[in-house]
């Protein structure tokens, strides 16, 4: 479990990360969200005693990580695949974090043949794509078999049968109880993968709930219409104080529900070829939750 209470980060006049509090369990897999700037990779970094709070306390299985000599057996980490040595082979890089955390030797053959890089093991990592620095950072995080696991945007540069591959390890990961923390940009993974999450903007605790409350809580349904009547059947749902946007014969409607609408069409005997309730997605409702803590915009608008 890991456990964050009032953790912040100062660098000068900087605030990077201000009063987080939260909690990661085991059994689940917990996304960690937030716009660029929005102080996850401190967090994580913090996590890991990469770098030291300026006040507050976050703890691996109620430690310090930094107080634990062999930390990759109480928690693994991907947070930069390309942070590695270009000169080294994968199997000598493995070896050489499995020596000095005291793992045994066949755990390095274990994992790469688990992350699928046991035919490139003798190869120098300099010459891996992008994926396949992904595959070994996860093979690194998986070497001490840790009830902790730690993962920043690890879906980066893989192919779709690899995004599968991880959505499908997190879950196992999660189902043997561990505690899986995974940072991402990716909505539509984050709704693949996660159960619960953890969003954060400008330092600060935005949300901390299931991924189904999240989403439910920060969209508002809408109505999508088919009709060839559309300017009329806009009017109408207008005078009921609904919102409406006009796309040729399509029209997106907030406010009624379905059921009153086709009241309406059917009041005015206005024909409709489609009407469906939209489901709550997690892109809107991370864009509409996080929209005042959004650091950076595309055309220089607020």
Same mark, same amino acid.
């Given at each position: 479990?890991?456990?964050?209470?009032?953790?912040?980060?100062?660098? %000068? *006049?900087? =605030? $990077?990360?201000?009063? @987080?509090?939260?909690?990661? +369990?085991?059994? &689940?897999?917990? !996304?960690?969200?937030?716009?660029?700037?929005?102080?996850?990779?401190?967090?994580?970094?913090?996590?890991?005693?990469?770098?030291?709070?300026?006040?507050?306390?976050?703890?691996?299985?109620?430690?310090?990580?930094?107080?634990?000599?062999?930390?990759?057996?109480?928690?693994?980490?991907?947070?930069?695949?390309?942070?590695?040595? %270009? *000169?080294? =082979? $994968?199997?000598?890089? @493995?070896?050489?974090?499995? +020596?000095?955390? &005291?793992?045994? !030797?066949?755990?390095?053959?274990?994992?790469?043949?688990?992350?699928?890089?046991?035919?490139?093991?003798?190869?120098?990592?300099?010459?891996?794509?992008?994926?396949?620095?992904?595959?070994?950072?996860?093979?690194?995080?998986?070497?001490?078999?840790?009830?902790?696991?730690?993962?920043?945007?690890?879906?980066?540069?893989?192919?779709?049968?690899?995004?599968?591959?991880?959505?499908?390890?997190?879950?196992?990961?999660?189902?043997?109880?561990?505690?899986?923390?995974?940072?991402?940009?990716?909505?539509?993974?984050?709704?693949?993968?996660?159960?619960?999450?953890?969003?954060?903007?400008?330092?600060?605790?935005?949300?901390?709930?299931?991924?189904?409350?999240?989403?439910?809580?920060?969209?508002?349904?809408?109505?999508?219409?088919?009709?060839?009547?559309?300017?009329?059947?806009?009017?109408?749902?207008?005078?009921?104080?609904?919102?409406?946007?006009?796309?040729?014969?399509?029209?997106?409607?907030?406010?009624?529900?379905?059921?009153?609408?086709?009241?309406?069409?059917?009041?005015?005997?206005?024909?409709?070829?489609?009407?469906?309730?939209?489901?709550?997605?997690?892109?809107?409702?991370?864009?509409?939750?996080?929209?005042?803590?959004?650091?950076?915009?595309?055309?220089?608008?607020?």
């Amino acid at each position: 479990m890991i456990e964050v209470n009032e953790l912040t980060k100062r660098y %000068g *006049g900087t =605030t $990077a990360v201000h009063g @987080l509090t939260f909690t990661v +369990r085991p059994g &689940r897999v917990t !996304g960690f969200l937030g716009p660029n700037g929005a102080g996850k990779s401190t967090t994580l970094r913090m996590l890991l005693g990469l770098h030291e709070p300026t006040s507050g306390t976050v703890t691996i299985d109620g430690r310090a990580f930094r107080d634990r000599p062999r930390g990759l057996r109480h928690a693994g980490a991907l947070l930069d695949a390309h942070d590695v040595h %270009g *000169g080294r =082979t $994968a199997y000598a890089q @493995l070896s050489a974090l499995a +020596r000095s955390n &005291r793992i045994p !030797g066949r755990r390095v053959e274990e994992v790469l043949q688990e992350v699928g890089l046991a035919g490139a093991a003798r190869r120098r990592i300099g010459g891996f794509s992008l994926g396949m620095k992904q595959r070994l950072g996860i093979a690194s995080a998986l070497l001490g078999d840790p009830p902790v696991l730690l993962f920043d945007e690890p879906l980066n540069g893989l192919d779709p049968e690899g995004v599968r591959w991880v959505r499908d390890l997190f879950r196992r990961l999660a189902a043997e109880g561990r505690t899986v923390f995974v940072s991402s940009h990716l909505m539509s993974e984050m709704e693949h993968t996660a159960d619960e999450l953890i969003v954060i903007g400008r330092g600060e605790l935005i949300a901390a709930e299931s991924l189904a409350d999240f989403s439910a809580r920060g969209t508002r349904q809408h109505v999508t219409v088919g009709t060839p009547a559309p300017a009329l059947l806009r009017d109408l749902l207008a005078a009921e104080s609904a919102e409406v946007r006009v796309e040729g014969e399509l029209l997106t409607v907030t406010g009624p529900t379905a059921v009153r609408i086709g009241e309406v069409a059917l009041e005015h005997r206005i024909p409709l070829h489609h009407l469906s309730t939209a489901s709550p997605s997690l892109e809107d409702a991370f864009m509409e939750l996080t929209a005042d803590s959004v650091q950076y915009l595309a055309g220089g608008s607020r």
